[in-house]
């Protein structure tokens, strides 16, 4: 059986490999329906927001642009680096199972497309975490590849591949008040909507 710490320094391993192609590959990306998500439990800028798994700093650079002050975190040298250069903010480097995070610091936290990469049996401290690093009434942004709530190694990266109804149960047991859901991209068949996204407030 896989460790999660095994997990994680493969998977952070695969992407200081590629960082480059990572950037170039998702750097146009549109999140702004993600973001827009978030913004709109929390009160108007300037907000504390964390991107948690930053990745070289899109949305992070985006946060900044909308008058926030955005810290990122990454468990990636290479993506920290990149992601202090393109966006101009404070990023940490930490491994995502390996956490030391400030006591209600945040008003928000934008984890996109970075919590799936947390093995299950890790993911309640992982997100006791980030509910301890969020101020009281805070709101979290997740969005995870939705699936069968199978884990496992896809090429060199692990991931988990939640259904709604147990990622809805994880977060409800972690303690955190459910906002919104949705999946995406929006505007195609269910079928064809890779992505579940979900909003979340510390009580």
């Known amino acids: 059986m896989t460790q999660p710490a095994d997990s994680s320094q493969r998977t952070l391993a695969h992407y200081q490999t590629h960082a480059d192609d990572f950037w170039h590959g998702t ?10 998500s978030l913004l709109r439990f929390l009160p108007p800028a300037p907000q504390t927001i964390l991107d948690f798994g ?7 650079a985006a946060l900044r642009a909308l008058g926030h ?6 468990g990636t040298p290479r993506f920290v680096e990149m992601a202090r250069a393109h966006s101009g903010c404070e990023v940490w480097h930490q491994d995502f199972l390996q956490l030391s995070l400030p006591p209600a610091q ?7 497309a970075s919590l799936f990469h947390v093995p299950l049996a890790a993911l309640p401290q992982v ?5 301890h690093t969020l101020r009281p009434g805070g709101v979290l942004f997740c969005s995870n590849p939705r699936g ?5 190694w896809q090429g060199e990266r692990y991931g988990c591949w939640h259904d709604w109804p147990q990622w809805q149960a994880l977060l409800l047991q972690a ?3 459910e906002l919104d859901h949705y999946y995406r991209p929006p505007g195609l068949p269910r079928a064809q909507q890779a ?7 510390r009580p």
Do not use: K, M, Y
């Not at 750097?27 to 827009?36: C, E, G, L, M």
């Not at 945040?106 to 996109?112: E, I, R, S, T």
């Not at 069968?148 to 496992?152: F, I, K, L, P, R």
């Open 195 to 201: 992505w579940l996204a979900s909003v979340w407030r």
């Open 54 to 60: 930053c990745g070289p700093g899109r949305d992070l």
């Open 148 to 152: 069968d709530n199978s884990e496992g």
């Open 27 to 36: 750097r146009d990306h549109d999140v702004s329906q993600n973001i827009a």
């Open 127 to 131: 997100l006791a975490c980030l509910q």
């Open 175 to 177: 303690g955190f008040v």
């Open 106 to 112: 945040f008003d928000g936290v934008f984890a996109n």
């Open 69 to 74: 002050h955005a810290v990122g975190l990454d």
